[in-house]
């Protein structure tokens, strides 16, 4: 039996405004990345999607970021590793003390793309996941991309899970299309559900060159923000149970 985990970014509230429908997507999702207060998110987000949560059997995870609320976490801000591993460690507290059941982290933006790339960075991500799991007295898993954090998380004693992006174009080095260049988002719900098939049964995704990429991922990610996301995660859900592929968080 084939299974994933299918995971949306939510709780991005901006000035008390959502950025998503934050209900139509825990309907459809088994994992929701609860934005912490570091990108978007706050007190009121963060508890309104622990209830929801609770509500209807979706396992929240943290979603930090870098400190950079006007530039929605997209930016690397320059961080020392104490620095850095004391802003994560804020978000996952505020998260957890908002009443949500942490059980697991994925970092955001530019904070998710250099720690998947620099060790200093993925240690301090680490460290404070880690600082949370001691908390918790269990180990909370890391959700992301990227060799230097799968090596932190291993060093910190953490599990790791790969993702993979459905509405997000890969290049043929099997790194995402950086934001603002052609193909970096797909819009077709469509496409995007037979991608998450093909992902799935087949292990690879098509790069914007044409190129299958190998991808071996425990869960699949749709942006919550996207102007297509809910008809791409209804179309997702169909296609997923139409070839037998059960959606299941793994954590």
Known sequence: MD?????????????G?????????????SSASIACGGHAGDAASMHDAALRAGRTGVVVGA????????GFGRAVMPMGLVALRSVVAEQLDALAGAGADIRYVKPHGALYHRAGADASTAEAVAQAVA??????????????????????????????????????????DGL????????D?????????????????????????????????????????????IMMARAVRTALDAAGIVVRAPW
């Open 3 to 15: 299974v994933i985990d299918l995971n949306a970014d939510l709780g991005e509230t901006v000035e």
């Open 17 to 29: 405004v959502p950025t998503a429908d934050d209900e139509a997507m825990f309907a459809l999702v």
């Open 63 to 70: 979603h930090p970021s870098y400190p950079d609320r006007a």
């Open 131 to 172: 600082e949370l799991s001691d908390g918790l007295g269990r180990a909370v898993p890391i959700l992301a991309q990227g060799s230097a954090l799968a090596e932190a998380a291993a060093a910190a004693g953490l599990p790791f899970f790969a993702e993979a992006f459905l509405d997000r174009g890969y290049r043929a």
């Open 176 to 183: 995402l299309v950086p934001r603002g260049e052609p193909g």
């Open 185 to 229: 988002l797909l819009h077709d719900p469509d496409e995007v559900a037979a991608r998450a098939v093909q992902l799935v049964l087949g292990g690879e995704v098509e790069a914007v060159d044409g190129t299958p990429v190998r991808v071996d991922a425990a869960s699949l990610c749709l942006h919550g923000d996207t102007p297509e996301s």
